[in-house]
């Protein structure tokens, strides 16, 4: 008999490291506005390579609204997104005017398709809004190519994808924008908080003023203190130096945390192939690595169903779980009650969010809580 294990599925990995880190500003004078959300800055967009430019914000979805903010979308405009995301998606576009267009899925990886995306434009369309799924990438190249084809913006949403890469290049260097979220559970956090970021320093320049109320000159390029200009309108979406300080701390340890979920994954995985008709999404694209969130399990028909009692029996035997997402964006009752929804239009993204199960790979966990998850897992699925 396996003795039973707790298993949750997202836990923070603070170690006396990130403790110190954040101690270190407090006892200190400098709150925000300091030197380390410039480094965190640097730092993660040295881990992201190709030149990347990085604008510390307050949260993923504050990084999606500054991108359309900033590239001018608005009322009456059109920017295609996933049925299947985090309603942040969507919201972000929502509160600058425009409407999202929604459309399904591949069933096969979660994420949009070139071809799909091609079948929503409009004479409105102004931009794209990506999501690469649990952390596998879209394909890039073939959207790119339809994006500069119709002269669409394209904002990639990052937020569970830290560490994908699609030829080479990480995820959100590709389009116009990308916004990566640092929530707890995500592949590294601080607490609150996420980055914008761009290929172009000039986008980064508007965009670290955009963030920080419109004002034209930081602290420190200030002759004389406390004078300064706001040409332009402005938000207040900064990252505290406490943040930034347990993001960098976080960031010494991307490659362990990487590889701890990669392997996570793939022992979890193969731990659930005697169950034949189970579905896991994944990506079969070439020159993709993916940087796994969760594993998102497809039940069956014959068990889809049955979804809830498998998670209650899950949670039960110590193993935590999650649904990504619980319903598709257009069928939650503000969306529904705006724009209409019709099941029809997204049996994908229907069938993974009313049939599936996220299972737990995250950095906090080790090779022996894959093997109890996937020997439970099993066996629930076998009982009922």
Not at 221 to 243: D, F, H, I, K, T
């Amino acid at each position: 008999m396996i003795e039973r294990r707790e298993v949750p599925f997202g836990r923070p990995w603070i170690t006396d490291g990130d403790r110190e880190a954040v101690l270190r500003v407090l006892a200190g004078h400098v709150l925000t506005h300091g030197p380390e959300g410039k480094s965190f800055e640097a730092e993660f967009g040295a881990f992201l390579g190709d030149g990347a430019h990085c604008v510390s914000v307050s949260s993923c979805m504050a990084a999606l609204h500054l991108s359309y903010l900033h590239l001018g979308i608005s009322a009456g405009d059109e920017v295609i997104a996933p049925a299947l995301t985090h309603v942040a998606t969507a919201h972000a576009i929502e509160w600058v005017g425009a409407r999202p267009v929604f459309v399904d899925c591949d069933r096969r990886s979660g994420n949009m398709t070139a071809q799909a995306i091609a079948a929503a434009i409009t004479p409105k369309t102004r931009a794209i809004a990506l999501v690469h799924f649990v952390g596998i990438p879209c394909d890039m190249p073939s959207i790119m190519e339809l994006a500069r084809k119709h002269q669409l913006k394209v904002i990639e949403d990052c937020a569970i994808a830290l560490g994908a890469r699609c030829e080479g290049t990480h995820v959100g260097l590709f389009g116009d924008a990308g916004a990566f979220s640092f929530y707890p559970v995500k592949h590294i956090t601080t607490g609150e908080g996420g980055m914008f970021v761009s290929r172009w320093p000039e986008v980064a320049a508007a965009v670290g003023k955009l963030r920080a109320f419109g004002v034209d000159r930081a602290h420190g390029e200030r002759a004389v203190p406390g004078m300064y200009e706001v040409p332009s309108l402005g938000l207040n979406y900064r990252m505290s130096e406490m943040q930034a300080a347990l993001g960098r701390s976080q960031m010494g340890r991307i490659g362990e945390n990487l590889r701890r979920r990669r392997a996570n994954f793939a022992t979890l995985t193969e731990g659930l192939t005697p169950i034949e008709d189970l579905h896991f999404l994944s990506s079969s694209q070439p020159g993709v690595e993916t940087s796994p969130y969760c594993l998102v399990v497809v039940l069956p028909p014959r068990l889809a169903g049955r979804r809830n009692e498998v998670v209650a029996r899950l949670g039960a035997a110590g193993v935590g779980t999650s649904i990504y997402y619980p319903q598709p964006v257009p069928r939650m009752q503000y969306y529904r009650a705006k724009y209409g929804y019709d099941p029809a239009r997204f049996a994908a993204a229907t069938e993974i969010s009313d049939s599936s199960i996220a299972l737990p790979v995250g950095q906090h966990l080790d090779q022996d809580d894959m093997r109890y998850v996937a020997t439970t897992f099993v066996r629930i699925l076998k009982e009922v």
